[in-house]
């Protein structure tokens, strides 16, 4: 089955700085890869996704990008806020899977210092 | 739209006990999914349903049994409580295999 890896597990940065987040997975028939995050307290939260069928995408001050040669996706976030501290997950979902479940990485914590 | 409730927040059980955790939708959902986090180790699939009266199990099953008569329920039984089922347990909904999941806020268990 799918196996995503995710870092760094920890991550801190300066508020106005960038902080970048990188993913593996193993399953060359994935397709569709999100990412969550999730406030202390709070269940994850959907913030950005990317299908197979593109290798960027924006949205305000996130982006993420797509190799899949390589079976890697990455989280851009820039200029950092401080409500951008939480834990951040990837997931990815394969074409294989019938029922379209998602794998997800183990999560980073992002700490964003004023 | 309430979205993805659930319930309760906080529960303390002694081991052995038994307990339902709560999961219920307003969305019209077809899929749900229990998920386990535990630190270091992401969001796990526990018992996943693709709709009413249909339940498969995921990553981690052991020790919790599903069903779902409903479209809205999906409750998550723990049959005895053992203290490696202490974790923080989320339910999931989307309208199907495409969409987005949308996640409860959790219940916190702590198994003592």
């Known amino acids: 089955g799918e196996n995503v890896e995710q870092h760094p597990s920890t991550l801190s940065v300066q508020e106005g700085d960038s902080a970048v987040i990188k993913c593996t997975y193993s399953d060359s028939a994935s397709n569709y890869f999100p990412w969550y995050k999730q406030e202390l307290g709070k269940g994850p939260q959907l913030i950005i996704d990317i299908r197979s069928n593109v290798g960027e995408k924006k949205d305000q001050r996130i982006a993420v990008t797509l190799n899949k040669t390589a079976k890697h996706f990455s989280l851009h976030i820039t200029e950092t806020q401080p409500e951008d501290s939480a834990v951040y997950f990837c997931?990815?979902?394969?074409?294989?899977?019938?029922?379209?479940?998602?794998?997800f990485g183990a999560g980073t914590q992002v700490v964003v210092t004023p | 739209n309430a979205g993805v409730t659930q319930t309760p927040k906080f529960q303390v059980l002694k081991t052995g006990q038994s307990m339902t955790l709560q999961c219920a939708q307003d969305?019209?959902?077809?899929?749900m999914s229990w998920y386990r986090q535990d630190p270091g180790m992401g969001l796990r699939l526990i018992h996943y349903?693709?709709?009413?009266?249909?339940?498969d199990q995921g990553e981690v099953p052991n020790g919790y049994n599903v069903s779902r008569s409903t479209t809205e329920d999906f409750p998550l039984r723990l049959l005895s409580a053992a203290p490696s089922q202490t974790s923080v347990y989320f339910c999931?909904?989307?309208?199907?295999?495409?969409?987005?999941?949308?996640f409860g806020q959790g219940t916190r268990l702590t198994v003592v």
């Open positions: 997931a990815a979902r394969s074409l294989t899977d019938s029922w379209g479940k998602l794998q």
């Open positions: 349903s693709v709709g009413a009266g249909i339940t």
């Open positions: 969305m019209n959902h077809e899929y």
């Open positions: 999931a909904s989307s309208y199907s295999r495409e969409n987005e999941a949308f």
